[in-house]
T-cell receptor, first 113, second 114 residues
């Protein structure tokens, strides 16, 4: 166990809908990153939050947005869902700073139909 | 832009065989390097990491990796695999200065035959 928890574990949505995924970071960690892992692929970096501010973004459209709360938990929101958004969404937390490692949650499996 | 290449998509070995999984990266700067493992139905977990110093790093469960800067490589090795090593293995690179926005390879599925 990493101490990073994600909810829900599985989710089915219809194309065009909106979804919110949640992540509770490990105690003492102020940095949360989100990744998308499509079937048969490695995780792709979506964005990162550090102390409630977005701190870097990967090659994802603006309909992917996020939040980080004062307790450093985080949300990933995806609007106007597309079939290609079906994937495992991973949250990773870390203590921030140089030379640190990321601890991953078990992921949320999103299926868009 | 940074990228990570894992050349072996699916590797099948018998128990006790030796393992080497290749990883090459492209990155314009000083890097931190990682190997993660994903056992069936479980979360990604860190096998080992390289930040600086000795280029031969040892991780959990008998795994090790060697950073060869001139070859931009970070290959994973284990002298004798076990059935329980069956999993997906991911190589990842992140910036050394700053934080760990990781770029992952596509992964290598390892199947160990008892």
């Amino acid at each position: 166990e990493t101490g990073v928890t994600q909810s829900p574990t599985h989710l089915i949505k219809t194309r065009g809908q909106q979804v919110t995924l949640r992540c509770s970071s490990q105690s003492g960690h102020n940095t949360v990153s989100w990744y998308q892992q499509a079937l048969g692929q490695g995780p792709q970096f979506i964005f990162q939050y550090y102390r409630e501010e977005e701190n870097g973004r990967g090659n994802f459209p603006p309909r992917f947005s996020g939040l980080q709360f004062p307790n450093y938990s985080s949300e990933l929101n995806v609007n106007a869902l597309e079939l290609d958004d079906s994937a495992l969404y991973l949250c990773a937390s870390s203590p921030g700073g140089m030379n640190t490692e990321a601890f991953f949650g078990q992921g949320t499996r999103l299926t868009v139909v | 832009a940074q990228s990570v290449s894992q050349h072996n998509h699916h590797v099948i070995l018998s128990e006790a065989a030796s393992l080497e999984l290749g990883c090459n990266y492209s990155y314009g700067g000083t890097v931190n390097l990682f190997w993660y493992v994903q056992y069936p139905g479980q979360h990604l977990q860190l096998l080992l990491k390289y930040f600086s110093g000795d280029p031969l790093v040892k991780g959990i469960k008998g795994f090790e990796a060697e950073f060869i800067k001139s070859k931009f490589s970070f290959n994973l090795r284990k002298p004798s695999v076990q059935w329980s090593d069956t999993a997906e293995y991911f190589c990842a690179v992140g910036p050394a200065f700053g934080n760990e926005k990781l770029t992952f390879g596509t992964g290598t599925r390892l199947t160990i035959i008892p």
